[in-house]
């Protein structure tokens, strides 16, 4: 299995203090300019050589739609340059502006250039390093090939080049070109069909990426599992025809960390990967159960945040868990009210075979605890509870850290990839006691839910480690999401990226 995750590497970013001039206008075939709204006199100004035809053109438009900020317009030379004009409110959300440069990033790909001049006019420093991001980042995605198996394939995105004007100072981009390739690799993941995408051949992926990307890794296959009596994760694979389930532990080492004596703060990311999730003996119908194989984003995400701080240099040791598996139909499948053990020794009565994320998560969880990461993310495609609570444009979060909701919401409105928090108030466990066992699976009721799975998986995390877990209610949306054009949007890579640069998380330190 070959995955270009790295298409988008091959995209050159130059980046110029300079305006450009009437000569390099006619040189392309396409032009992406991006002005104030409103424009301003010194800003048309800026444009070089047909600044009075596109703003006649532009309030021309105005005119005849008072609410419009874009012109498409042909500039009068001898080459037709397209020209893609967009006005931008500054104050705008950084949601509001990935979302305006993916419908301007669709405009781009409709002509499919090789090359594209864009430039900023009119903007200080700190809002045009914004607007950059937010259109590198709708541009990249936009050229990043998804999985097709059409007898006649579409045509591959030509672009090799994208010339930046307008800005007095360059912008470090390097977060967003590792942040690009790990939410493509996250994204074609996702898309596989679930006869190409199995635990087999997922982990054989993982593999060779881990060889070429420097990673340690080991697969705890379902013997090992057996061994560290993983209940949990077992009873969902059993009924599994092939015995491919288990769980990858990859490990990164940075650089600098290597020789030294001293141990730093170590992140632990943990992925949910059913390949392809049936509900089991509670049987899903045919609605729900179409897109399932989607069902191992959390894994997808996981490994593409890991790719990407591996792009990055990043300065802290990172243990990544993948729960891959199945989740099956069969005369060994697991059924209602079976009792299993967890590996830290919890019971569990099962109530629903549907609710399999919590199961495989519950004993990942709890070996990721084992090596007392400072910091453990978790990411699952887990609960219908989240997505009708915030529809799929957020994602929910939950912390056992009360005083870091506020650093999770803020990372979602810096990089645009929007959450919410939810409670995990200890009452909630009233919902979960079973007669028999320590713990309830779920409830047949559907209450709350999204909270009940994650106060079951907290019982799974060491109550020293600052935990984050990430509903990913966003994982898909029709139509795309914010800079992401197609509709599995790998939600999480961007987001992780801001918690930990941005927003410092590994520096924190919580009550």
């Not at 077992?234 to 990859?250: F, K």
């Not at 080492?253 to 001293?262: D, L, S, Y």
């Not at 995400?301 to 990172?318: C, D, I, Q």
Request: with cysteine; charged share 20%.
């Amino acid at each position: 299995m070959q995955i270009p995750y790295n298409h988008s590497e091959k995209v050159k970013l130059n980046q110029h203090t300079n305006r450009p001039d009437s000569k390099q206008m006619d040189a392309v075939q396409v032009a992406l300019l991006l002005v104030p709204k409103p424009p301003a006199k010194a800003d048309w100004e800026q444009i070089p050589g047909y600044a009075e035809t596109l703003k006649s053109r532009y309030r021309q438009q105005q005119r005849l739609h008072k609410d419009t900020s874009r012109l498409c317009t042909d500039l009068p030379n001898k080459s037709g340059t397209r020209v893609i004009l967009q006005a931008v409110d500054k104050n705008a959300t950084m949601f509001e502006l990935l979302t305006t440069a993916r419908e301007l990033a669709a405009e781009v790909h409709q002509h499919n250039p090789t090359a594209l001049l864009l430039q900023l006019a009119g903007f200080e420093q700190a809002t045009g390093a914004r607007l950059l991001e937010a259109l590198a980042a709708a541009l990249l995605a936009s050229v990043c090939p998804m999985p097709s198996y059409k007898s006649e394939q579409d045509k591959p995105a030509t672009l090799k080049r994208i010339d930046c004007y307008g800005l007095a100072d360059k912008v470090d981009l390097s977060q967003l070109r590792a942040e690009t390739a790990g939410n493509h690799l996250a994204r074609w993941l996702a898309a596989l069909p679930p006869n190409e995408l199995t635990p087999a051949t997922y982990r054989k992926f993982v593999s060779k990426l881990a060889a070429a990307e420097g990673w340690k890794m080991q697969f705890l296959d379902t013997r090992a599992l057996l061994r560290k009596k993983a209940g949990a994760f077992l009873a969902v694979c059993q009924g599994s025809p092939a015995d491919d389930a288990g769980i990858v532990h990859l490990t990164y080492t940075p650089k600098r960390h290597r020789t030294g004596k001293n141990t730093p703060r170590k992140l632990a990311l943990v992925g949910k990967g059913i390949c392809f999730d049936t509900g089991g003996v509670n049987i899903k119908p045919a609605k729900y159960m179409n897109g399932m194989h989607e069902d191992m984003q959390g894994s997808a995400v996981a490994l593409g945040t890991l790719l990407a701080l591996t792009r990055l240099n990043f300065k802290y040791p990172v243990d990544c868990w993948l729960a891959l598996a199945e989740n099956d139909i069969g005369s060994k499948a697991y059924k209602p009210n079976d009792v299993v053990i967890a590996s830290n020794g919890t019971s569990i009565e099962v109530k629903h075979t549907d609710a399999e994320g919590r199961m495989v998560l519950a004993d990942t969880l709890a070996l990721a605890s084992k090596a007392r990461p400072k910091l453990l993310i978790d990411y699952a495609t887990l609960t219908g509870a989240c997505i009708y609570s915030l529809s799929s444009r957020y994602s929910g979060v939950f912390s056992n850290r009360e005083t870091l909701n506020s650093t999770l919401t803020m990372a979602g409105r810096d990089s645009g990839e929007r959450v919410w928090p939810f409670p995990l108030d200890k009452d909630f466990d009233e919902s979960l006691k079973s007669t028999i066992a320590d713990t309830l699976q779920c409830t047949l009721e559907g209450e709350a839910d999204h909270i009940l799975a994650a106060r079951f998986l907290q019982r799974f995390v060491n109550d020293e480690i600052h935990w984050v877990h990430i509903d990913l209610a966003a994982s898909n949306h029709k139509g795309g999401l914010g800079h992401i054009p197609t509709d599995t949007t790998g939600f999480g890579v961007r987001y992780t990226l801001n918690l930990l640069q941005q927003q410092s998380l590994m520096e924190h330190t919580w009550n």
